[in-house]
């Protein structure tokens, strides 16, 4: 895979995901949401645009970047169990494999950072991701919350909205869903990253609680140390970068070395 350079601000969106914790108190019981099948093509609307990706079932993904039916990218993937491995041909900009685990139903998917040198990838990969087809699923999820008003169905709508970029309407599925289910680190953090840039202590105020529920949630370190960096808290921002890196998100190391240069080396 071919990507631009990585900045640490993209991460932002990338927060939104965090495999390491099942989705709350419902989903432990029973998710009838499930969807194993990774094949097929899954969109988002990204920083910089509209991205696709195609899982073929030969092992190949394609990419196109805005989304217009072109292929600008081309890999190789290994499925093992819920984990994705990334592989680029020798002498491309990736020379070392990338592996993600994946959080997926029909509604969307997710790629949690496990090992990854490639910034390129990380910026690509991160977000959440919905089918083509989004806008049938989201009458398809409007009718079940009329009919029963679950808070799953908020969730899934959620994170469909994520993909599409429309922070405001999953800001308010996630408040509907955290109305009923107040169990889910991994809601607060899709939470306090639609708050970001404009309300810094709500982010804050929501990976507190976070991380509360479960103390690894490393992109709750992350996103903390953001809005605290831009609250003027800047050491206290820097003990949750490095906490997020104690916890597997080694990236940030290079992306917050500027930041956190005199603090790191005390």
């Not at 073929?56 to 039916?69: M, P, Q, R, T, Y």
């Not at 993600?100 to 998917?109: A, E, F, K, M, P």
């Not at 990854?116 to 806008?135: A, F, L, Q, S, V």
């Not at 999820?141 to 993909?163: F, P, S, V």
Request: glycine share 6%.
């Amino acid at each position: 895979m071919k990507f631009n350079i990585f900045l640490p601000v993209v991460l932002v969106m990338g927060v939104l995901t965090s495999c390491n914790q099942t989705d709350g108190k419902k989903n432990q019981q029973q998710n009838t949401e499930t969807d194993n099948t990774l094949s097929g093509k899954w969109v988002r609307i990204g920083h910089s645009g509209p991205v696709s990706f195609d899982f073929k079932e030969n092992g190949i993904i394609e990419g196109d970047f805005g989304n217009d039916l072109t292929i600008d990218i081309r890999s190789e993937y290994e499925m093992k169990g819920d984990t994705v491995v990334f592989r680029d041909e020798a002498g491309e900009m990736c020379p070392d494999a990338g592996v993600y685990v994946i959080d997926q139903n029909r509604y969307y998917l997710a790629f949690n950072l496990v090992e990854d040198n490639c910034n390129g990838r990380i910026k690509t990969t991160m977000g959440y991701w919905t089918r083509p087809k989004h806008e049938a699923l989201l009458k398809k999820l409007q009718e079940k919350i009329q009919e029963t008003n679950d808070a799953e169905h908020y969730l899934n709508r959620a994170r469909i909205y994520l993909a599409l970029g429309d922070s405001e309407q999953a800001r308010h599925d996630l408040d509907a869903y955290i109305d009923q289910d107040t169990t889910n680190p991994r809601a607060y953090i899709n939470r306090a990253a639609t708050a970001f840039p404009f309300d810094m202590k709500g982010v804050v105020k929501d990976c507190n609680k976070a991380i509360a529920l479960d103390p690894q949630q490393k992109n709750a370190y992350f996103l903390r140390g953001l809005a605290l960096y831009e609250l003027g808290e800047k050491e206290i921002a820097c003990e949750d970068f490095e906490q997020a890196i104690k916890l597997g998100f080694s990236i940030l190391r290079i992306a917050e070395q500027q930041k956190c240069a005199e603090f790191w080396e005390k």
